[in-house]
Protein backbone atom coordinates (compact mmCIF):
# COMPACT_ATOMS: atom_id res chain seq x y z
CA UNK A 1 0.00 0.00 0.00
CA UNK A 2 1.13 3.55 -0.83
CA UNK A 3 1.91 6.11 1.75
CA UNK A 4 1.65 9.94 1.20
CA UNK A 5 2.84 12.96 3.25
CA UNK A 6 2.12 16.40 1.93
CA UNK A 7 3.90 19.74 2.72
CA UNK A 8 3.34 23.02 1.72
CA UNK A 9 0.38 24.25 3.26
CA UNK A 10 0.03 27.52 5.12
CA UNK A 11 -1.10 31.23 5.28
CA UNK A 12 -2.01 32.67 2.42
CA UNK A 13 -3.82 35.90 1.26
CA UNK A 14 -6.26 36.47 -1.30
CA UNK A 15 -5.37 36.51 -4.47
CA UNK A 16 -2.14 34.82 -3.28
CA UNK A 17 -0.67 31.45 -4.14
CA UNK A 18 0.80 28.07 -2.29
CA UNK A 19 2.44 24.97 -3.93
CA UNK A 20 1.81 21.68 -2.28
CA UNK A 21 3.35 18.64 -2.98
CA UNK A 22 2.68 15.09 -1.99
CA UNK A 23 5.35 12.93 -1.68
CA UNK A 24 4.57 9.06 -1.85
CA UNK A 25 6.85 5.86 -1.15
CA UNK A 26 5.99 1.80 -0.33
CA UNK A 27 4.86 1.43 -4.17
CA UNK A 28 4.89 1.76 -7.42
CA UNK A 29 3.62 5.67 -7.74
CA UNK A 30 3.50 5.57 -11.52
CA UNK A 31 0.48 3.50 -11.69
CA UNK A 32 -1.77 5.61 -9.36
CA UNK A 33 -4.15 8.00 -10.27
CA UNK A 34 -3.51 10.95 -7.96
CA UNK A 35 -5.95 13.33 -6.45
CA UNK A 36 -6.69 16.23 -4.27
CA UNK A 37 -9.32 16.71 -2.01
CA UNK A 38 -10.30 18.81 0.61
CA UNK A 39 -12.29 19.66 3.86
CA UNK A 40 -13.41 22.31 5.29
CA UNK A 41 -15.00 22.81 8.96
CA UNK A 42 -18.27 21.42 9.28
CA UNK A 43 -18.20 20.51 5.69
CA UNK A 44 -17.86 16.82 4.04
CA UNK A 45 -14.36 16.29 2.23
CA UNK A 46 -14.22 17.27 -1.29
CA UNK A 47 -12.81 16.25 -4.61
CA UNK A 48 -10.53 19.17 -5.93
CA UNK A 49 -8.09 17.64 -8.86
CA UNK A 50 -6.72 14.79 -10.25
CA UNK A 51 -4.51 13.43 -12.82
CA UNK A 52 -4.63 9.21 -14.24
CA UNK A 53 -1.63 7.56 -14.29
CA UNK A 54 -1.53 8.68 -18.00
CA UNK A 55 -1.24 12.38 -17.80
CA UNK A 56 -5.21 12.84 -17.73
CA UNK A 57 -6.36 15.99 -16.14
CA UNK A 58 -9.51 16.33 -14.00
CA UNK A 59 -10.88 19.53 -11.60
CA UNK A 60 -13.66 20.70 -9.78
CA UNK A 61 -15.49 23.12 -11.53
CA UNK A 62 -14.56 25.41 -8.62
CA UNK A 63 -10.84 25.50 -8.76
CA UNK A 64 -10.39 25.52 -12.87
CA UNK A 65 -8.40 28.03 -14.27
CA UNK A 66 -6.69 28.50 -11.15
CA UNK A 67 -5.64 25.86 -9.76
CA UNK A 68 -3.04 22.64 -11.88
CA UNK A 69 -2.22 19.59 -10.82
CA UNK A 70 0.71 18.06 -12.12
CA UNK A 71 3.07 14.78 -11.07
CA UNK A 72 6.77 13.98 -11.31
CA UNK A 73 7.16 9.73 -11.37
CA UNK A 74 10.89 9.72 -10.94
CA UNK A 75 10.49 11.62 -7.48
CA UNK A 76 7.47 9.67 -7.10
CA UNK A 77 5.36 13.05 -6.08
CA UNK A 78 2.64 14.98 -7.13
CA UNK A 79 2.06 18.84 -7.04
CA UNK A 80 -0.81 21.56 -6.41
CA UNK A 81 -0.16 24.93 -7.79
CA UNK A 82 -2.95 27.13 -6.24
CA UNK A 83 -3.31 30.50 -7.51
CA UNK A 84 -5.63 33.22 -7.50
CA UNK A 85 -6.48 32.25 -3.79
CA UNK A 86 -10.32 32.41 -2.25
CA UNK A 87 -10.88 32.47 1.53
CA UNK A 88 -13.15 29.64 0.62
CA UNK A 89 -9.94 27.61 -0.48
CA UNK A 90 -9.69 27.27 3.21
CA UNK A 91 -9.36 23.61 4.42
CA UNK A 92 -7.49 20.56 4.76
CA UNK A 93 -6.00 19.68 1.61
CA UNK A 94 -5.56 15.87 1.14
CA UNK A 95 -3.38 13.76 -1.01
CA UNK A 96 -4.72 10.95 -2.28
CA UNK A 97 -3.64 7.76 -4.45
CA UNK A 98 -6.22 5.32 -6.04
CA UNK A 99 -5.90 2.96 -8.51
CA UNK A 100 -9.69 3.74 -10.13
CA UNK A 101 -11.17 6.96 -10.90
CA UNK A 102 -14.19 7.64 -10.16
CA UNK A 103 -13.04 10.34 -7.95
CA UNK A 104 -16.84 11.03 -5.96
CA UNK A 105 -16.27 8.25 -4.04
CA UNK A 106 -13.28 8.22 -1.39
CA UNK A 107 -11.74 5.62 -1.80
CA UNK A 108 -8.00 4.97 -1.63
CA UNK A 109 -4.88 5.73 0.29
CA UNK A 110 -4.68 9.08 2.19
CA UNK A 111 -2.26 11.65 3.55
CA UNK A 112 -2.48 13.08 6.89
CA UNK A 113 -3.41 16.29 4.99
CA UNK A 114 -2.06 19.94 5.39
CA UNK A 115 -3.64 23.19 6.04
CA UNK A 116 -4.34 25.93 3.47
CA UNK A 117 -5.90 29.20 4.76
CA UNK A 118 -6.57 32.01 2.94
CA UNK A 119 -7.66 35.35 4.64
CA UNK A 120 -6.04 39.16 4.80
Known amino acids: QVQLVESGGGLAQPGGSLRLSCAAS????????MGWYRQAPGKQREFVAA???????NYADSVKGRFTISRDNAKNTVYLQMNSLKPLDTAVYYC??????????????WGQGTQVTVSS
Open 96 to 109: NARLGSDYALLLGS
Open 26 to 33: GSIFSIYN
Open 51 to 57: ITSGGLL
